[in-house]
């Protein structure tokens, strides 16, 4: 029986094209990518062009409105997976969102390109074909969700961009991929561990994430405070530590009960409360700042805004964040 897809279009290089005379690369009044692939063999594409977009313009309000998108989608026909087509900018927090708050089997696959559909070597069609042969993949279900790209899979929760222009720019730091897409077909070599999914009916805390660098002081929490945030996150220095001028802006924050993550801007290991000098790990943790398991920055503020919209309390963020 022929397998149905789910394909959906949210935009990205994937879906534009660049000008030949200027070099530009952008958007066109169609997508490029309705055009292509009407027919494939033993697969129903059930194609939507949910959002025309360059992935920076991407929100979390977009964000949810895919989720449902899917959820409704599959509660009323029967669909075997789903791919989506996306911006590589911001394809990880996408997938990462998806990854948290859809609790479906069946695959979900985000794919883009580095190079734009008329441009010499692009790789959007040919990352849109591999994808779809994960999504059909009796042997992709229940692994989360998923980013096909260069003939790799990759997890959400672990994938990243890695680099600006080059075609291999999505990478699993640490963990590497969990498969790969050839020829012959789909092979996985590790599964994912799975978290249950968490509940989610809107998006819109107020979750800035900043970056520590030598010698940072209090100035931007201050700054922050201002703006009425609902929680933070900080890319802290190696396993979690903050210059010591930061702490009486860490203080302020937390005295109005605004929750604080912790992760670290290294790309690999995960965040801990090692050090007991003053603003290490340590005493971070003993002040009451929360540590991630892992999470890059962006990732780690989109957790945060889902959690927050169910608890501010910090054991309750804490458990959250474990996992
Ligand atoms: N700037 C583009 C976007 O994210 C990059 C891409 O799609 O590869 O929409």
């Known amino acids: 029986m022929n397998k149905n897809i789910l394909l959906i279009h949210t935009g990205g290089t994937i879906s534009m094209e660049e000008d030949h005379e200027t070099g530009e690369v952008k958007p066109g009044e169609t997508n490029p990518l309705m055009d292509h692939l009407k027919e494939l063999p033993d697969i129903n594409l059930i194609t939507t062009e949910l959002f025309h977009l ?3 313009h991407i929100t979390p309000e977009n964000m949810l409105h895919l989720k449902t998108y899917i959820e409704e989608e599959s509660n009323t026909r029967h669909i075997d997976g789903v791919v989506i087509t996306h911006g590589t900018d911001t394809l990880e927090e996408t997938a990462y969102f998806l990854d948290v708050t859809l609790s ?9 390109a580095m190079r734009s559909s008329n441009e010499l070597g692009s790789d959007g069609l040919y990352n849109l074909l591999s994808a779809i042969k994960v999504a059909v993949a009796d042997h992709a279900k229940s692994m989360g969700v998923l980013v096909v790209m260069n003939d790799e899979v990759h997890t959400a929760k672990n994938v990243t961009k890695t680099h600006t222009s080059n075609i291999a720019t999505f990478q699993s ?3 590497g991929p969990i498969g ?12 994912p561990i799975l978290t ?3 509940h989610v009916s809107k998006l819109n805390k107020n979750v800035f994430l900043i970056k520590a660098f030598a010698g940072m002081d209090s100035s931007l929490l201050k700054g922050i405070e201002q703006l009425n945030p609902d929680g933070l996150v900080i890319e802290a220095l190696g396993q979690g530590n903050l210059p010591p001028m930061m702490l009486p802006g860490l203080k302020n924050l937390l005295d109005k009960n605004i929750p604080i993550v912790v992760v670290s801007r290294c790309f690999n290991g995960i965040a801990q409360d090692v050090y007991g000098y003053e603003g290490g790990g340590r005493q971070l943790k ?10 890059n920055g962006q990732k780690a503020r989109i957790k945060l805004m889902i959690a927050l919209e169910t608890s501010t309390e910090r054991e309750e963020l804490e458990a959250i964040f474990s996992t």
């Open 286 to 295: 003993d002040m009451g700042l929360i540590f991630s398991n892992g999470l």
């Open 173 to 175: 730091p640490q963990y």
């Open 196 to 198: 249950r999914a968490l």
């Open 180 to 191: 790969i897409v050839n020829k012959a077909g789909v092979f996985f070599h590790h599964k």
């Open 104 to 112: 479906l089997t069946i695959p979900v696959v985000l794919t883009g």
């Open 54 to 56: 360059p992935s920076p």
